[in-house]
């Protein structure tokens, strides 16, 4: 009986800490939690009441700075004066006048078109009597390239769809005429190069072509020519250099000179003692020959 006794009297005391933790000793707190909230409330007249009311409208348009909405969700918010007006002296100034450059740079290269034309339909008058199998034709590939075929060589005239411009040092830029104006910084380009017919006949992909000139356009219709030394490179003062269909003519007649007095030199024997079969399967021929002869130099005189 005594031994009951003390385990009867060990089992309040073990219950004892679960009993002592009542609820209604933490409820209180949360009152307390309410009775703080109630003066960010009182607050709201002094001037928390408009960012509390945006939320309840979910307005999502533009807003200053002060949290007030400027425009409705989805409307244009107008732009500074000052941003609008660097914005239309930009396209004033560049976007318009490379317009006018790239329609000038497409009437040059349509002159381009029509005088290689007319040399090729002059020169096949006089060479088929001589011989027949030597043929010279022109053919147009799209509005960007067309080409000219005369005997191995193959010429390729592309024109740029982009404006370009130059280091300050470079080419014409130093001259007073581009510096004159600045809409004369900007041109359109015009590039001819020479590659062997056989290499587009046969899809001979890794054979190479030679840049023979360049042609720049500016905004005033005038031209910088630049290209190998044995171009008949005029003076390259722009302000002297309009573009005409006799100087379309020159250009065309010295790539095509320069095309043909450029030889095709073959690869010594130590070059080509092997073959892969790469080469093989993509129909390369390894005893190809490559254009010599070919020397470029951009440093021309420009103006003073």
Do not use: W
Request: glycine share 4%.
């Amino acid at each position: 009986m005594a031994k009951s006794s003390s385990k009867k009297g060990t089992e309040p005391e073990l219950f004892a800490p679960s009993e002592t933790t009542p609820a209604p000793e933490q409820m209180p707190t949360a009152p307390a939690r309410k009775k703080a909230a109630k003066p960010r409330k009182e607050a709201d007249p002094k001037g928390t009441a408009s960012p509390a009311a945006a939320p309840e409208t979910g307005h999502s348009g533009a807003t200053a700075t002060n949290n007030q909405p400027t425009a409705e969700a989805g409307s244009p918010v107008a732009a500074p004066a000052d941003r609008l007006d660097q914005i239309f002296e930009g396209l004033k100034q560049k976007s318009v006048a490379k317009q006018a450059i790239f329609r000038n740079t497409q009437a040059a290269f349509d002159c381009l078109r029509l005088v290689s034309q007319e040399l090729v339909v002059e020169l096949s008058r006089k060479l088929t009597p001589l011989d027949s199998s030597v043929i010279i034709e022109y053919r147009s590939v799209n509005d960007m390239e067309f080409q000219i075929k005369f005997s191995g060589d193959l010429l390729v005239f592309v024109m740029h769809s982009n404006v370009v411009t130059f280091p300050d040092d470079y080419g014409p830029m130093p001259g007073k005429y581009v510096e004159a104006d600045f809409r004369r910084r900007f041109f359109g380009h015009i590039m001819a190069y020479n590659f062997m017919a056989d290499s587009i006949k046969y899809q001979r992909l890794n054979d190479p072509g030679y840049l023979v000139g360049r042609l720049l356009v500016n905004i005033e219709n005038h031209y910088y020519l630049e290209g190998v030394q044995q171009l008949e490179l005029p003076d390259n003062d722009m302000s002297d250099n309009p573009i005409t269909p006799e100087a379309m003519r020159l250009f065309v007649e010295s790539a095509m000179i320069a095309a043909v007095n450029n030889d095709l030199v073959a690869p010594l024997l130590p070059e080509i003692q092997k073959i892969s079969v790469k080469q093989k399967v993509e129909n390369q021929q390894v005893s190809r020959g490559s254009k010599v002869g070919f020397s470029f130099s951009h440093q021309q005189p420009h103006e003073a």
